[in-house]
């Protein structure tokens, strides 16, 4: 197999759908924790309405507070050209859209419709040609809409190809209800690979039927090797009732590990970013491994 690279997307994704909102500077030291323990790829935040998602208010503050670190690729999260010229302003080099593959979920989502959401995005796409700027797509309900039910692999894949013609490096494909099995995922990944190289495709499983683990092995075996996880298993979705957290960074260095493929992770320093946050925002962690490393630490103490 090929080397992994995970995306970690706990500071944006994740925090974003969490109740409590934090300042840049304790949503800075969290990626440079992250940073410590040997992510490279990470979504610091998003340039957003603070009136629509508080939580990520700041996000230029996060950014000047971490961009001048060599060999951390920083992330964020553009809407349209105000967020994409937001971005650009603070010196942010790699941008993400968001579209869908229901156009359900795209009108509670973003208030539009699919094909509007990818006319929003061409005046981002040329600015990042512009500026040289990495570009990523991510597509949410690959699988399933929890208003239109099961997603056929095929609008996923005609939206893969939209997205790339738009100019888009990468797509992330989002189960964002979590309701999707390893045998659905093989073939949404088949059916995605035929319409553009599968070398530009990304993972992003959630778990709430517990089967994100599993859903990863299913897309390494169908030739995915880029993955995103959010640490401790921040996150999930508010325009998806019933959705659990992302799958937890621990979880997933824990897998690929196992399977022999190095990470570059130091999984016991993850283990302590995730607590740290879980701390700050007084939550329970989501990760399998977090809790059972946590718990050895207890009975060795």
Known sequence: MHPVRI?????????????????????????????????????????????????????DEVLWLLLEQPGLHLSALV???????????????????????????????????IDESLVRFEPVAALAREHGVSLRGYISCVVDCPYEGAIAPGRVADLCLKLQQLGC??????????????RQIRQLVDACAAAVPLAMLAGHFHDTYGMAVANVLAALEAGITVFDASVSGLGGCPYSPGASGNLATEDLVYLLEGLGLPTGIDLDSLVDAGAWIDTVLERQTASRVARARLAARTVRV
């Open 7 to 59: 995306v970690e997307v706990g500071p944006r994704d994740g925090l974003q759908n969490e109740a409590r909102i934090l300042p840049p500077a304790t949503r800075a030291q969290l990626v440079q924790m992250l940073a410590q323990a040997g992510l490279r790829h990470i979504e610091a935040g998003a340039f957003v309405s603070p009136r629509w998602v508080p939580q990520m208010r700041g996000s």
């Open 79 to 113: 809407p349209n050209e105000q967020g994409m010229r937001s971005a650009l302003a603070c010196g942010c080099r790699e941008v993400a859209v968001f579209a869908a593959a229901s156009e359900t979920f795209s009108q509670r989502n973003t208030n539009c419709s």
């Open 169 to 182: 490096d990468e797509i992330s494909l989002g189960d964002t209800t979590g309701a999707g099995t390893p």
